[in-house]
C-alpha cells in the first residue's frame, strides 16, 4: 500500500486503510470517523438501527436482531429507547438533533426580544 492509502491508529500505532472508521488490530473509533447520524445506507423506519450498525461496525442485520431479542428481554422498555435514540441522533452529519431543534425554537419562542437603540428620535 501506499503511503496516501494508510494512516496510523493513534491507539495501537498500527498502520491501517485511511479510510478505515475503526482499527482492523484494536477496534478503536479512529478520530477522524465521522459521527452518529441517521442519513446512512440501509435505513428502514427512523435509521437508528442502521446508524449504530454504522457507528459500531455491526452488520445492519445483526444490529436488527439484536434490537429484536432486546424487546424479547426488556419488553417495552425498547419501545422508548429507540424513540430516545432517534430524538438524540441527528440526521445528517454535522447536524442538530430533532431534540436539540425543539429546545432551540423553544428558548427563542420563551425569549425576550432584544430591541436595538433607534436612532431617529424618540417617536421614531
Known amino acids: ?14 498502520t491501517i486503510n485511511a479510510a478505515a472508521t475503526r482499527c482492523s488490530s484494536c477496534s478503536q473509533l479512529q478520530p477522524d470517523a465521522p459521527g452518529l ?3 446512512v445506507p440501509g435505513k428502514a423506519l427512523g435509521g437508528v438501527c442502521a446508524a449504530l450498525a454504522l457507528h459500531f461496525n455491526l452488520d445492519l442485520t445483526l444490529m436488527r436482531v439484536l434490537f429484536v431479542a ?6 417495552p422498555l425498547v419501545l422508548w429507547v429507540y424513540p430516545a435514540l432517534w ?3 441527528p440526521y445528517e452529519l454535522g447536524g442538530s438533533s430533532p431534540l436539540k431543534r425543539f429546545f432551540d425554537a423553544l428558548g ?14 424618540p417617536l421614531g
Open 1 to 14: 500500500m501506499s503511503d496516501l492509502a494508510t494512516k496510523t491508529c493513534p491507539a495501537c500505532f498500527s
Open 37 to 39: 447520524h441517521r442519513n
Open 70 to 75: 432486546s424487546f424479547a428481554v426488556t419488553g
Open 87 to 89: 430524538l438524540m441522533t
Open 108 to 121: 427563542r419562542a420563551f425569549s425576550t426580544p432584544v430591541s436595538s437603540p433607534r436612532s431617529d428620535g
